[in-house]
């Protein structure tokens, strides 16, 4: 069973800075990565996905992902108190069976 | 946009009564979970279906059924609630036209008294 764990459990920056969380997988046939944001109260919401090696960005927001080290990053810039919110990565093998998602970062931007 | 719906979005029930929760989406995905999600674990897959009349285990599926009559409809359903049971209910859909992004419900809270 896929283990994911991720880091810090939780987090303040002020506005403005950059943020960084972390997500570690235990399988290393793992293909597919997502980073869900939940803000309080609010369904998860999909924020960014990726299926190879590499790095992404859109906007604010990199992703970052070396299976070879099963990690898998998401670095925000220019930190803003509405990206305040709980970040779960996620995890699964061919995509269409189960996901596993880690335990979250709970993320408090600080005007 | 994808859809997910669930009801009720709150429910009190007592131990050992038996709670059925819904969920309906209009995104016509062959996939649909349920999750539930308590302060230090995340999200946890309780049961999940490739499609109508399918049903497979997730990773906690002890003291839960679930059922798909229908492409839109997944209910999960707790026979003999347990004040263990008590927490945050989450259903939602997904399928590879969408890259298996994962659409979901608003929520369901029950209390187990």
């Known amino acids: 069973q896929q283990n994911v764990q991720q880091s810090p459990e939780s987090l303040i920056v002020p506005e403005g800075a950059r943020t960084s969380l972390n997500c570690t997988f235990s399988?290393?046939?793992?293909?597919y990565f997502w980073w869900y944001r939940q803000h309080s109260g609010k369904a998860p919401k999909a924020l960014m996905s990726i299926f190879s090696n590499g790095e992404k960005e859109e906007g604010r927001f990199t992703i970052h992902l070396n299976k070879a080290s099963l990690h898998f990053s998401l670095h925000i810039r220019d930190s803003q108190p509405s990206d305040s919110a709980l970040y779960l990565c996620a995890g699964s093998h061919y995509g269409n069976e189960k996901i596993t998602f880690g335990a979250g970062t709970k993320l408090t931007i600080k005007p | 946009e994808a859809a997910v719906t669930q009801s009720p979005r709150n429910k009190v029930a007592v131990t050992g009564g038996k709670v059925t929760l819904s969920c309906n989406q209009t995104n016509n995905h062959n996939n649909m979970y349920w999750y539930r999600q308590d302060t230090g674990h995340g999200l946890r897959l309780i049961h999940y279906?490739?499609?109508?009349?399918?049903?497979e285990k997730g990773d906690i599926p002890d003291g839960y059924k679930a059922s798909r009559p229908s492409q839109e409809n997944f209910s999960l359903i707790l026979e003999l609630a347990t004040p263990s049971q008590t927490s945050v209910y989450f259903c939602?859909?997904?399928?590879?036209?969408?890259?298996?992004?994962?659409?979901f419900g608003p929520g369901t809270r029950l209390t187990v008294l």
């Open positions: 279906s490739y499609g109508a009349g399918s049903t």
């Open positions: 399988d290393s046939a793992s293909q």
């Open positions: 939602a859909s997904g399928d590879a036209r969408d890259s298996w992004e994962q659409y």
